[in-house]
């Protein structure tokens, strides 16, 4: 069984950072794209970030050049390094990955999410 775990989120002034870790663990043959959604209260989930697995990268286009992403294809895991956070990055922060199991067919995978709030 596939799971996705996300860490680091918390309560930050603006201004400042937090680093998101998303690990993927279970019976895993390959992950293809790494991505980190977010949801904010009473709006659609949108995409911040997302990386392949040769390293391509994307950004939205509120984040860039305040936000990295990055992957560690030997731990299955994707960073997000958030700095300058404003309070319009509140919002609760999604890890997903387009992967194919060693049993089964390759789908989206999500994990359970991590709050981020950012003070004004």
């Known amino acids: 069984q596939v799971q996705l775990v996300e860490s680091g989120g918390g309560l930050v002034q603006a201004g400042g950072s937090l680093r998101l870790s998303c690990a993927a663990s279970?019976?895993?043959?390959?992950?293809?794209?790494m991505s980190w959604y977010r949801q904010a209260p009473g709006k659609q989930r949108e995409l911040v970030a997302r990386?392949?697995?040769?390293?391509?990268?994307n950004y939205a286009d509120s984040v860039k050049g305040r936000f990295t992403i990055s992957r560690d294809n030997a731990k299955n895991t994707v960073y997000l390094q958030m700095n300058s956070l404003k309070p319009e990055d509140t919002a609760v922060y999604y890890c997903?990955?387009?992967?194919?199991?060693?049993?089964?067919?390759?789908?989206?995978?999500w994990g359970q999410g991590t709050r981020v709030t950012v003070s004004s």
């Open positions: 997903a990955a387009d992967l194919t199991p060693r049993a089964g067919s390759r789908g989206d995978y």
């Open positions: 990386v392949t697995k040769v390293g391509t990268i």
């Open positions: 279970g019976s895993i043959f390959s992950i293809n794209v």
